[in-house]
């Protein structure tokens, strides 16, 4: 809660400071003294994980750009000079490739925590609907940054998603050719994604800045989802959650250590180690798992235009989240029933995930064809993908909207402090 | 609940992780055991001198390795390491290796373009002078650069070591294209080259590649028996150590940094338990 | 519950622990975490520093018949340029003749160059003031003449007369053979 500062300054230089540029206020009231509900389970270390893994990528990518060429004849070969050369060059590389996968898994969970606990109902609606700009320029970077290798999925992977654009009327076409700078994708498409790669994670670096200011104003949700009511609801931040996201950052810290040390390149695809050949297509040009149900939904709708639609309009819906669920009641752990919608939600993103990374054509049971549906067979990858975008969408669409009016919740307790000492079963 | 949530998501990772499969691709891969596998693996060196050999005597006619140089041969964990250089570009072995083989180069006096032996400095020598000299050599087709070949194909070691191995006589019924050879772990859909019952085509594909590797093919001066699957493995390993010369200095740094993680952990478990031990939360 | 303490700011003394106090388990979180600093630090200052493939390039070698006498070859070594020059007998006569006159930066002509080898100079050709290169047989003193700022070297390479503060530098060589240098 932004209530007024209690810091002190202690020291001469402290002092000096608070009157010209109280920086050092602001660092205080916001890391040290900030009074967080002391309710806060582990769903909640990923806002401080999350923050880890932009520096982590911000500084390997700059040591990177030391060493790496943006040129269509020289990027495959300097990085592989980094990965032989470069003293623990090998080290930087996978850090930033795998970084990029772990930033992902963190902010995956981090949405589906503020889907369950309604972290994104009001008052908070500009938090959530910055955080959903993060995510949407996470995806840009991320994409861009997947093509600056130039490897065979890197080039194909290019082609596939800037000529989506082509599907826009009228404009389709010469925005495409605009973005590539050229008629296919070739040098100068390379070397303006070099530069915006740089570029945008210190656009998402300002943009995280007015994240955690939109959060501090009405402090942080917790899971009862009750608000604050007085100082008894809340310990200050250091040494409580700095320590606490200190652990859980160090167990993060475990799983990224082992994608990087011992197996750095199961995330990744194979053919992204052929250097790029425009003339040959990979045999399954697949996209980087974070973008797999997004690709799914992409390939769901026949229509080229309906996929390039319905693929911005699954991000597009999480916009405008804070407005279609109705509910009064924030945290899900007092709405059973749509506990359940949203665990069949969960499942529905990983089936797409699933989907993404299959062909379209092939079985889902290994049973072989059963019927034809439309344009393809029921037992196909391509209906699984559309029941999965169809529940996608009418989560967000339908049931949120009518959940809320018509369910049940359980009784929300009066405060945070109230459960614990109730000692009260959670989650 | 939390538990059913965190089971569900695990799964759901694991479907997400695994590899997107191939209709009608090809046989699985042979099975073998290699010594740097697994987070404590080591490369033997015998193997890697080997596995260079076959390289330099067999592949090497078509294959380049524009991104090896001859001093990463002599790099700490590589087939020339010795502890008395430090320096790879002192190894005698890497200087003698390169001096073997010649690189293009251009007279300092006259500007003539001429031919040169090697030196440390140099990468390996590509066989042709650009792609179209390679393909119109090779009936068409590239044979591709093997500098990172270990980690651009699926399966990795187990998949150059399955397809060196892997020529058999085709099946009756499959009209192999002049020109190509039928390799059941290559990679492909023989469908239109079957002629025999649809629900059972072959695994496998067509590549423009022969079999190379024979008995005795290639002498090797440790006195190791060279036979073809010898050499299939060696070459693989010499070639997977070659992908990524760093594997081994990975895997090492990794199991420090894996068990300075863990105490750490343990360190700001109990910092985080002595600091809440009096609020109830 | 009489020991559990509610409350956003416990009681400091209700177990005789104070979250803030330096207890010994956070000194060693601590301690943990700057050695985690350091050891991430490391690799990323050690990655500016020069490469596999440069370091390759770091010694060259040299054929010596290359250079007739009197005269001088130029090759780039380190990004550098390094003047490899064959001296006459009346050249090496005139270095030795001043190695007690007064300059700069005093050094005996035996010094600048391999013992039994006289004839042979090997120096980096860059000037010592501010680093143009300086030409060949130039100057007052018959050795090399930097045309930026006056700079007159010798005929064994040591600075006589001008702005340069050191002799043209020697680097770390060695002859493989009568006929080849080892530069580096």
Redo the contacts between chains.
């Keep these: 809660m932004s209530g007024h500062s209690t810091y002190e300054p202690k020291t001469g230089f402290e002092r000096w400071m608070d009157t010209r540029l109280p920086v050092i206020r602001l660092a205080y009231d916001s890391v040290v003294a900030f009074p967080t509900p ?2 806060l389970n582990y769903w909640w270390t990923f806002g401080g994980i999350l923050a880890l893994m932009l520096g982590i990528q911000i500084v390997t990518g700059i040591v990177l750009v030391m060493h790496y060429v943006p040129h269509v004849d020289h990027a495959f ?1 300097s990085v ?2 980094i ?2 050369d470069v003293n623990y060059g ?2 930087i590389r ?1 850090m930033h490739a795998n970084g990029a996968s772990m930033f992902f898994i963190a902010v995956y969970i981090h949405i589906l925590r503020n889907l369950y606990y309604g972290s994104y109902k009001a008052p908070r609606e500009v938090l959530w609907i910055l955080g959903c700009l993060i995510y949407l320029l996470m995806m840009a970077t991320a994409f861009m940054g997947y093509v600056l290798p130039w490897g065979q999925m890197s080039f194909h992977g290019a082609v596939v998603i800037t000529n989506l654009l082509g599907a826009l009327p009228i404009v389709g076409e010469s925005i495409t050719t605009w973005l590539w700078g050229g008629f296919a994708v070739d040098n100068p498409t390379l070397n303006r994604f070099f530069s915006l790669h740089y570029l945008l994670p210190f656009v998402i670096a300002g943009v995280v800045g007015l994240h955690i200011w939109a959060l501090h104003v009405p402090g942080n949700n917790n899971p009862t989802g009750v608000n604050v009511k007085s100082a008894e609801d809340t ?1 200050p931040f250091h ?2 959650y700095t ?2 996201d ?2 859980a950052i ?2 993060f ?2 799983l990224f ?2 994608f ?3 197996n ?4 990744g695809h ?2 992204n ?3 790029a050949n425009p003339l040959v297509t990979p ?2 040009i ?1 996209p980087e ?1 974070y973008f ?1 149900p997004f690709y799914a939904i992409l390939r769901a709708i026949p229509d080229k235009l309906g996929g390039v639609l319905a693929m911005f309009g699954a991000i597009g819906v999480l916009f405008v989240l804070p407005w279609l669920d109705t509910s009064k009641v924030r945290s899900m752990r007092y709405r059973p029933t749509a ?1 359940l919608y949203f ?1 069949i939600f ?2 529905a ?2 089936v797409l ?2 989907c993404g ?3 379209p ?2 079985h889902v049971i290994p049973i072989g064809s059963t019927f034809q549906l439309f344009d393809a067979d029921l037992n196909s990858f391509v209906w699984l993908s559309r029941i999965a975008t169809a529940y996608y969408f009418a989560y967000f669409l339908i049931v949120l909207p009518i959940l809320g009016l018509v369910e049940k919740p359980l009784p929300v307790p009066e405060s945070i ?1 109230a459960p ?2 109730d000692n009260a079963k959670k ?1 | ?2 538990r ?2 965190i089971a ?2 695990a ?2 990772l694991a ?9 009608g691709g090809s046989a699985p891969l042979r099975e073998h055991t290699w010594g740097f596998e697994g ?1 404590f693996g080591k490369f033997d060196q015998a193997q890697l001198q080997r596995g260079y050999k076959v390289y330099r005597e067999v592949c090497s006619a078509c294959h380049s390795m ?2 090896v ?1 001859f ?2 041969l002599a ?1 700490k964990g590589g087939p020339f390491y010795d502890p008395k250089y430090p ?3 002192d190894n005698p072995y890497a200087k003698a290796l390169a001096a073997e083989a010649q690189v293009p180069d251009i007279d300092s006096e006259t500007g003539d373009p001429i031919q040169r032996p090697a030196t ?2 140099d990468a390996f020598p590509n066989p042709f002078p650009n792609e179209a000299a390679a393909r119109a050599s090779n009936g068409g087709a590239m044979p ?2 093997l ?2 070949i270990a ?4 399966g ?1 070691p187990r998949y150059i070591y399955s397809l060196l191995t892997g020529y058999v006589n085709p099946p009756a019924g499959l009209t192999v294209t002049p020109g190509s050879y039928y390799n059941k772990y290559f ?1 492909g859909d023989l469908t239109a080259s079957w002629s025999g019952d649809p629900k059972h085509v072959p695994p496998g594909g067509f590549l423009a590649m022969p079999p190379q590797l024979a008995d005795g093919k290639v002498t090797f001066d440790d006195g190791t028996p060279s036979t073809a699957e010898q050499q299939a493995r060696d070459v693989t390993a010499f070639l997977t150590w070659a ?4 594997m081994i ?3 090492t ?3 420090g ?2 068990i ?6 343990v ?6 338990r ?8 | ?1 009489a020991d ?4 956003a700011n ?2 400091p003394h ?2 005789g ?1 104070d ?1 803030n106090r330096r ?1 010994f ?2 000194i ?2 601590g301690a ?2 700057v ?2 600093a350091a ?1 991430v630090a490391w690799p990323l200052v050690d990655q500016m520093n020069p490469s ?2 440069t ?5 060259i070698e040299f054929d010596l018949t290359k250079v007739a006498e009197g005269q001088q070859v130029v090759v780039k070594w380190r990004g550098k340029p390094l003047f490899v020059r064959n001296r006459t007998a009346a050249q090496i006569a005139a270095a030795i003749k001043d190695d007690n006159a007064p300059m700069p930066d005093p050094e005996p002509d035996e010094a600048r160059h391999k013992p039994g080898k006289p004839e042979w100079l090997v120096l980096v050709g860059t000037c010592t003031h501010l680093g143009c290169v300086p030409t060949f047989g130039g100057g007052d003193y018959g050795g090399w003449f930097c045309p930026c700022h006056g700079s007159h070297y010798d005929t064994s390479g040591r600075i006589r007369k001008g702005p340069a503060p050191k002799n043209l530098v020697v680097p770390e060589y060695a002859f493989v053979s009568d006929t080849k240098v080892k530069i580096g």
Aim: glycine share 6%.
């Design positions: 002391k309710n070969a592989e000079r990965m032989r090998w080290l996978y310990v040494p409580y320590v606490k200190g652990f160090s167990v810290l475990i250590a082992s990087v040390f011992y750095p390149n199961i995330l194979a053919d180690y052929i250097p045999a399954h697949v798992w797999l506990k665990l969960v499942l993103c990983l995930g699933l990374a299959k062909l054509d092939d402090s614990v000492l989650d | 609940m939390l059913k949530r569900l998501a799964l759901g479907f997400i992780a695994g590899p997107a499969l191939a209709s987070p524009d991104l140089y001093r990463t790099e320096n790879p570009n440390t400095a591709p650069d500098s990172v980690k651009a194909r699926s990795g990679p992908s990524e010369p760093k200095e990975r895997k740094f990794g199991f940094a894996m300075y993680l863990v105490l750490f952990s360190l700001l478990w109990f910092s985080y002595r600091i809440w031990r009096n609020v109830a939360h | 519950m559990t303490v509610v409350g416990p009681d209700a177990s622990a979250p207890d388990i956070h060693a979180a943990a975490a050695g985690a050891a596999g493939d370091l390759a390039l770091a010694s």
